[in-house]
């Protein structure tokens, strides 16, 4: 099980930071991304870091304005997101590639793979 926190509501320009937890098991060796959906939306890509932390990857939209990172030691991957904009809010999943030390990549749909319960984040003008 995933279990995402940090998700709230902010005003254009402003931070939040999202976190992701594995409960019941670990996920040091796996792939972790994050993907959101806005209502009336497709789903999509935001970032993702593969297992040991040392590559990710983000969708142009967020590139240089959010930053994924995980602690292995806490077994917990995090989602800094700073400067946002309306157009970002959404509810945020956390997802778990389905086998270990491959990453979630920007093309990925991850359907195969494992998602926590999402987390709603609201951008205010």
């Known amino acids: 099980q995933l279990v995402e926190s940090g998700g709230g509501s902010v005003q254009a320009g402003g931070s939040l930071r999202l976190s992701c937890a594995a409960s019941?098991?670990?996920?040091?060796?796996?792939?972790v991304g994050w993907f959101r959906q806005a209502p009336g939306k497709a789903r999509e890509f935001v970032a993702s870091?593969?297992?040991?932390?040392?590559?990710?990857w983000y969708a142009d939209p967020v590139k240089g304005r959010f930053t994924i990172s995980r602690d292995r030691e806490r077994d917990m991957v995090f989602l800094q997101m700073d400067s946002l904009k309306p157009e970002d809010a959404a509810n945020y999943y956390c997802v778990q590639k389905r086998r270990e030390y491959d990453p979630i990549l920007p093309r990925d749909d991850a359907d195969n793979d494992y998602w926590g319960q999402g987390i709603q984040v609201t951008v205010s003008p």
């Open positions: 870091i593969n297992w040991t932390g040392a590559s990710t």
């Open positions: 019941g098991h670990t996920f040091r060796r796996y792939g």
